[in-house]
């Protein structure tokens, strides 16, 4: 106990229960505050922390949730598209050979259509530049005195990537080393 005088009156309880045993008086029991040095946290301040905490981490939460949610629809899509990639080779190769006629026509265009509209797009001309990156080497073509770099000279199937650029399948190509000049 502290030699301080406390600041408020002492509480007295009273005990109806018991008899004291001198008499019929109840017996008075006197309960003084104790002060402690004990520093008691702003329980306001405390509660507010925990609040914004769990605030920030369901912000977060649901921002990874979005982007997961999103990435998620792209692979899906990714893989639908890929399935289609066969057919879409089949529809240009029967273009290329006049057989695209009649109802296969419109089925192979509206194919065509639906994955220009995911963002499939094919890539690949003869005379662009080879890059390993996104082209596959399978024959070597004679060299081609008009070019700088090695240049695709055939395209054997074309390549096919989404619009953000990553490559569902690499072109196969035939590659032409660059010649040398008759001066050379």
Same mark, same amino acid.
Do not use: C
């Given at each position: 106990m502290s030699s301080e005088e406390p600041l408020e009156p002492p509480i007295v309880v009273t005990d109806k229960r018991r008899i004291n045993p001198d008499g019929d008086t109840p017996i008075e029991v006197v309960v003084?505050?104790?002060?402690a040095d004990v520093v008691v946290p702003d329980?306001? /301040?405390?509660?507010?922390?925990?609040?914004?905490?769990?605030?920030?981490?369901? /912000?977060?939460?649901?921002?990874?949730?979005?982007?997961?949610?999103? !990435?998620?629809?792209?692979? /899906?899509?990714?893989?639908? @598209?890929e399935g @289609?990639?066969?057919?879409?080779?089949?529809?240009? @190769?029967?273009?290329?050979?006049?057989?695209?006629?009649?109802?296969?026509?419109?089925?192979?265009e509206g194919l065509e259509q639906l994955a220009e509209r995911h963002g499939l797009e094919r890539y690949t001309e003869v005379g662009?530049?080879?890059?390993?990156?996104?082209?596959?080497? @399978?024959?070597?073509?004679?060299?081609?005195?008009?070019?700088?770099?090695? !240049?695709? /000279?055939?395209?054997l199937q074309?390549?096919?990537?989404?619009k953000d650029g990553r490559v569902l399948r690499h072109a196969s190509v035939a590659v032409a080393e660059p010649g040398r000049t008759p001066e050379e």
């Open positions: 003084e505050d104790v002060v329980k306001e /301040a405390e509660l507010l922390a925990d609040l914004q905490r769990v605030s920030a981490e369901y /912000a977060n939460y649901r921002k990874r949730v979005d982007r997961d949610r999103v !990435t998620v629809i792209e692979m /899906a899509v990714s893989g639908v @598209l @289609l990639l066969p057919l879409l080779d089949s529809v240009e @190769l029967a273009r290329q050979h006049g057989d695209l006629e009649g109802p296969f026509k419109g089925v192979g662009d530049a080879f890059d390993p990156a996104v082209h596959d080497a @399978l024959m070597q073509a004679p060299e081609n005195p008009e070019a700088s770099v090695p !240049t695709v /000279a055939q395209v074309p390549g096919w990537r989404v």
